[in-house]
Structure formats: C-alpha cells, structure tokens
C-alpha cells in the first residue's frame, strides 16, 4: 500500500466557504475551506448552467511543500431537497488526455431524476485543458496528406519513427515540461482525485467514468477503498492488459467491429452504393487507401492515413454511421473527400493537448516495449487485423522515445471494496474489449456488469437503451445494482445501441435516442477518441 499523499495537508485555492454534507446519504450539511466557485465564462460550460473554480495540489504528491499545479474543475449542484441530497460523483470521460469540465452537467441525463439529489463535478486533470500548467508539445503532428500508415517502404519507417521521435522530444522542451513528464502517472492523478475529495469534505467518493475513466476509478479503488461511494464505470478498461498489451487487443477487436460496419453499408446497397456484402465493401476501402496514397483527395490534402483515422469513428460507435457511410460514398464514387477532410480536420488537427496528455500518462504507467518488439508485434497482427494495427502503432510511438520513466503497472483489485459498484459494456466494444470487463467484475466481487449483447458501441451509457440507462438511475438513486449470477456473467443483458437513421434508410424499429444533448456527446466522443 503507497504511503498517504501529503495532499493532506496541501494548499487549497479559493478558501471560501462551502456546504456540502459529509457523506453519501447525509442530510446535515457541514461548513468546510474548500474550492471557490463562480459562474464559468466559457460559453458551453455557461450553457449548461455550470460553476467553475480551482483546486491547488502537488505537482509531486510526495512533497507537500514543492511545486503546485492547478485543477480546473466545475459543479453543477444538486437540485433536490436537501433531504434527498446524496453527495457528490466526480465524473471523467475518458483519455487519458481530454477535458472533463462539461461532463458535470451529466447529471441532468440520468433518467427519472435520479441525478438530482447530488452535487456533479467534473475535472481538467492534471496536464489537460484548463488545469495549469497543460501540456503541449506541437500543433503540427496531425498534418494533411500523411503517407500510409502501413509501412510498405523503407522510407515509411522512416517518416513515422522519426516523426514520433521529435515529437517526443518537443514535449520534454523545457525544464518545467520535462518536471511535469515525471508526475503524469494514472496514480498521480488518483492522488488528484483523493485530493478532490478532501477539498470537497466528504468521506466518500462517488464517480462516473468513462473509457480511461474506468481505470481511474478502479485505481482509486484499490488505494482507497474505504473512500468508495457508488461507483459507475463504463467502457470498462482491463487494468491487467495496461498500456501495451491493451492496444494490441484493440488491433483486433476494431478489425471485427469494422467487419460489422462493412455489414451493414452492404445491407443497404441501394443508398450506400458501395457493394452487395461485407467483403466487397471491405476490399473497396483498402482499394481507396492504396489510391489515396497515389494521389491525394480533396485538394491534396486527405491521405490515406486521414481517411484511416476518420473511418475509425465507425470502429467505436454507432451514432454517426450513416452519415460516415454517405461521406465514404461520395469518396468513393465521386472521389468528393471535402466532407470526410472536414471530419478530420475537427477532430484531429489544431491543439495537441489531448494527445501530449494520453503519451505523458501512457508512456509513464509501464515501462513500453522497445522498437524490436513493436515492431514484431504490429508485422504479426496486421496480417489478420489490417485496420488499426499500423495506425494505432504509430499512435503510440512517441512511447518509444519518451523523456520521462515509466514504470511497472499499478496492481489493482477491489477485494477490499464492499461498496456496490455497476460495470456497464457492450459486448463487441473495440476500444475497452469485454474480455476486460469480465475481469474486472472477477477483480472486484462487490460489481455488477450491465452488458450490451452484440453491440459495438464503446461507453454507451446515456445512449438511449432503457435497460442500461434505468440500472444507472436506479443505481444512483437506490444503490441497488443487478444480482451477480453464477459464472464470469454478465448480470443484466440489455440490447445493443442501434445507429440511427437517415433519410432515405426507412423507419426506425427499435427505437434508441440519445439522451445526451449533441455537444456533450460531442465532448464525450472526441475524449474517448483521444485515447485510440
């Protein structure tokens, strides 16, 4: 067991007065020194009715008295009585690198109410967005009109190798970087989150997290376990397979789902007019990246490499795969890449926030492997799963030549958890593969899994099925969670996420609707994407 963080003692900005009740179910509300809060000036975070305010901690969590670093957090607070108040749940999407500030008003979606009776927070972690310092290293990694992916020349190993090496580098520029390198650790920021919750004047922590989010939520588990409140985790990350190992089992897991994706654009040949089966459709895309290497699309400037890294959207939901299908159409038949360079150019290009963050966490959480092995490793799989495997091998490389040490992975189980907690996948997830969710309800005896059958959706909670979405709500409001039957489980099947409709595709059968507004989902898309 670590040592108790010296944040105990730390320097909490903002020392105005708070109220907040001192556990889960207290209805007494206690004055404690913690963070100050005010209206948020950013204009999303203002439209969802948030506050914002800071809260100071170690840059090194071991020293108390050296250098501080900020946290940019929010609050939506609760709305019901005080009666039925029931804490706060810190929320995280995912990453690791992405901001997590809009994810407070998460609350507002949970059916029936039941996220009404707590105070919702959510948080920059350190590094990420607001919090001070955030790590940035260049705008100009996510170019245009990259080369392949798949190294069939020389001259690729060159450009990608290379290309990673200096990035590397730029993020270790200055002594102060290279001193934030050093506490970028999944453990650092669980210290964060210890932090928060003393900041806050609670015995125990509730929380919601997404994607990353789950192994966050795991690790503070462990240290911390008497601290766990009721505890959310969707798009649950296999804590044993953390980083690489994890990534290689992504490889295969997004060649299936886009398997299933070339599925359904072939069932629909009359709209999409890409091919009568899977395989055709499947042979069409790698005949379209191998043009694209020839000769650019839209003005020179989508490759196959953008084309590779905006169809991986489809390999991670559902939400948008008509339209995605349309843009490819139009590549395809048109060679008309203006729509499939602007989803690129959204979702990829400008700040490097997001992906200085998900290499400074994931490059320090192990010790990676070196160039031999990757390399090995990706030649032997991209003879079965040819999708992702170059593309997240390169995604990853910066690891290679990291200026800071990792170190061996945090060891995580929840035998000392009692408190109830509710694992939510679908079972055809690529990103967080259920596999790992079956293990992390074995590793925690007191969870539950909700499972999606058959589906492909990474995090789908709040995405309209009723039989996940009410086991959340009853969760937060009861504490209640599924029976665990006998056997790996899971303990609640549900339906799967189904893509919506667009014109011309007919009438929707089974119904699901987004229950989050577009630009929450928005956020939570891009930061569970930030961490391939």
Request: aromatic share 10%; charged share 20%.
């Amino acid at each position: 067991m670590p040592r108790l963080p010296a944040v105990v003692t730390a320097v909490i900005v903002g020392l105005g007065l708070l109220s907040a009740p001192a556990a889960t179910g207290a209805t007494e509300p206690v004055e404690t020194r913690g963070i100050s809060w005010s209206a948020c000036r950013d204009a999303e975070l203002a439209s969802y009715g948030l506050q914002c305010g800071a809260l100071e901690v170690p840059l090194d969590h071991a020293s108390s008295e050296g250098t501080k670093i900020k946290l940019a957090l929010t609050r939506r607070p609760h709305t019901s009585s005080l009666a039925s108040y029931q804490g706060v749940i810190l929320t995280n999407p995912g990453g690791p690198g992405a901001s997590g500030r809009s994810l407070a008003s998460l609350g507002d979606y949970v059916p029936g109410g039941a996220g009404d009776s707590y105070d919702w927070i959510g948080f920059d972690p350190r590094g990420v967005g607001a919090s001070t310092p955030s790590l940035r290293c260049s705008r100009t990694y996510f170019g245009v009109n990259r080369p392949s992916y798949v190294p069939t020349r020389a001259r690729h190993y060159s450009y990608w190798l290379s290309k990673n090496r200096a990035y590397a580098n730029a993020c270790a520029d200055t002594a102060a970087e290279r001193s934030l390198l050093a506490h970028m650790s999944t453990s650092d920021s669980v210290h964060d989150m210890e932090a928060i919750r003393l900041a806050l004047g609670v015995e125990k922590l509730n929380y919601y997290g997404f994607s990353y989010g789950t192994y966050l939520g795991q690790l503070y588990a462990t240290r911390h376990p008497g601290r766990v409140g009721r505890f959310v985790l969707d798009g649950v990350v296999d804590a044993g397979r953390v980083w690489y190992a994890a990534n290689l089992d992504q490889n295969r897991a997004f060649d299936r789902n886009m398997n299933v994706f070339w599925r359904y654009l072939a069932r629909r040949p009359g709209h999409f007019r890409l091919g009568t089966t899977a395989g055709a459709v499947r042979r069409t895309y790698y005949r379209t990246l191998r043009s694209l290497d020839r000769r650019p699309a839209a003005a020179g400037r989508l490759g196959p490499s953008e084309l590779a890294d905006v169809m991986l959207e489809a390999g991670y939901y559902v939400y948008d795969w008509p339209g995605l299908g349309e843009d490819f159409s139009r590549l395809v038949r048109r060679r008309q890449g203006g729509a499939l360079f602007a989803r690129y150019r959204e979702s990829q290009m400008g700040d490097d926030n997001s992906f200085a963050v998900y290499n400074a966490v994931q490059c320090t959480d192990q010790v990676w492997p070196g160039w031999a092995r990757t390399k090995r490793d990706a030649q032997r799989l991209h003879r079965v799963a040819p999708f992702l495997t170059w593309g997240n091998t390169w995604f990853n490389a910066p690891c290679l030549y990291w200026r800071a040490p990792g170190k061996r992975p945090a060891a995580v189980t929840g035998r000392a958890v009692t408190a109830k907690m509710l694992l939510i996948s679908e079972t055809l997830d690529a990103a967080t593969p259920y596999a790992g969710a079956r293990r992390t309800r074995a590793r925690f005896p007191s969870a539950s899994l909700v499972a999606g059958i058959g589906g492909t959706t990474h995090s789908s909670s709040f995405s309209g099925v009723a039989c996940v979405d009410n086991a959340v709500a009853a969760y937060l409001r009861t504490g209640r969670v599924p029976a665990r039957v006998a056997g790996a489980g899971p303990d609640r099947r549900c339906p799967k996420v189904q893509p919506p409709l667009s014109a011309g595709l007919g009438a929707r059968t089974t119904g699901a609707v987004d229950r989050l507004p577009a630009a929450l989902r928005r956020d939570l898309v891009a930061a569970q994407q930030s961490g391939h």
